[in-house]
């Protein structure tokens, strides 16, 4: 046994700073032979492989023209749509609601000169969260100048990072001349030991999943009915519960993300019926995410499907010593959890385009330093 785990562990190093080949190209192979929008309805894009110094990388490229896309692929959509979207928060502070849809108003001028819309992103997964390998200096530079010179008019742009997990390669990226812009606040499970600290919540939600009544769905259990009650199932979290701006997966993209092998399934049924929660599970860089969850909003809420989805993964980024990024939102119910806040960023570069766009996306830059930050964190957005 003890040779066993030696022989693994340089491979699970790799794995912690490098994209596995193999998912990167099932992933690629995916999205040029479906169609994107049969895979997420919401999104227009094109998805390349991208090799450099080595290292493998999925692609998206996208224009100007594909007005309204999903802010996975158009920052557009993230810092204006999706911004005003989340003052429905404050719909009891009327006055507070009105002064932030007002300054986001006032900077979506300042958003829409920066042209990022126009962009080469790197590393998309095409996921709200895009756990991030190790990049170090020369890779960043490598990276930087290949794209550039391939995509003269386009913003170099890689989503997802943020000082817990990503400290060294924001570092690299910020000394090759990549600017961060603040996206939003997300919390990180970022005790990665065997057996972390258990808060009383964390307790609380494991002696949930050995009660309940509902019977456990393992990764290989999944039917093809169970891809479709997936897709409902996010549908009335992520979508009507939340906003429709989020992704629209479709019942066919759970399906082929999970037949190849690019993420993993877990899930609550009712005994020998359908799926009542779902939750679909992305390793990389050393971090676990949760593209997919979601469960049935007309069950009681003392039923605790939400809080069983968060134990089960947690538990398994614990088994596997991987942060695990719980994305944002759900503050309160996230610290009790063990997690921990941090601000995500955008990571931007732009020294080869106009000088409009440079300076737009450099006071970018510094209007959410000097503002957004101190608002995400104040309001936990």
């Known amino acids: 046994m003890s040779g066993a785990t030696t022989m693994e562990r340089p491979r699970q190093q790799v794995d912690r700073v490098e994209n596995k080949p193999a998912k990167v190209e099932a992933f690629v192979r995916l999205f040029n032979e479906v169609p994107v929008s049969d895979l997420i309805a919401n999104l227009e894009t094109k998805v390349e492989m991208f090799e450099v110094a080595g290292r493998i990388f999925p692609l998206t490229l996208n224009d100007e023209s594909e007005a309204h896309n999903c802010y996975i692929c158009c920052p557009t959509s993230a810092y204006i749509d999706y911004a005003m979207d989340e003052t429905r928060n404050f719909a009891a502070h009327p006055l507070l609601r009105r002064a ?17 819309d126009r962009q080469a992103q790197v590393n998309n997964w095409l996921y709200s969260t895009n756990p991030v390998p190790l990049l170090d200096r020369p890779t960043a530079a ?60 964390m307790k609380r939600d494991r002696a949930r999943l050995r009660a309940t009544p509902f019977e456990r769905v393992g990764n290989g259990d999944f039917t093809e009915a169970d891809y ?16 429709p701006l989020n992704p629209h997966y479709t019942a066919r993209y ?38 997919i969850v979601g469960y049935d909003t007309g069950l009681p809420v003392a039923d605790g499907l939400y809080r069983m989805m968060m134990a089960m993964a ?6 596997r010593g991987l942060f695990f990024n719980m994305s944002a939102g759900a503050a309160g119910f996230k610290r009790r959890r063990g997690a921990v806040a941090a601000i995500e960023y955008n990571a931007v570069y732009a020294g080869h385009l106009p000088r409009r766009r440079r300076m737009a996306i450099r006071a970018m830059e510094a209007v959410l330093a000097l503002v957004g930050i101190p608002l995400l964190r104040r309001f936990e957005l």
């Open 100 to 116: 932030l849809n007002a300054l986001i108003g006032a900077c979506a001028p300042l958003v829409r000169a920066s042209g990022l």
């Open 228 to 243: 479709a009650r997936a897709q409902q199932l996010y549908t009335m979290l992520y979508l009507d519960k939340y906003t």
């Open 142 to 201: 490598s990276l930087r100048s290949a794209l550039t010179a391939r995509f003269p008019d386009c913003a170099i742009v890689i989503r997802s990072l943020n000082d817990i997990a990503d400290p060294a390669t924001i570092a690299a990226l910020k000394a090759e001349g990549f600017r961060m812009l603040a996206a939003r606040q997300i919390y990180i499970f970022a005790d990665r030991s065997a057996a972390p600290a258990m808060t009383r919540d």
């Open 254 to 291: 759970i399906a082929e993300m999970h037949r190849r092998g690019i993420i993993s399934l877990a899930g609550l049924r009712r005994p020998g019926g359908e799926l009542v929660a779902v939750t679909g599970l992305f390793e990389n860089g050393g971090t676990l995410t949760q593209p």
């Open 314 to 319: 947690q538990d398994h980024a614990t088994s």
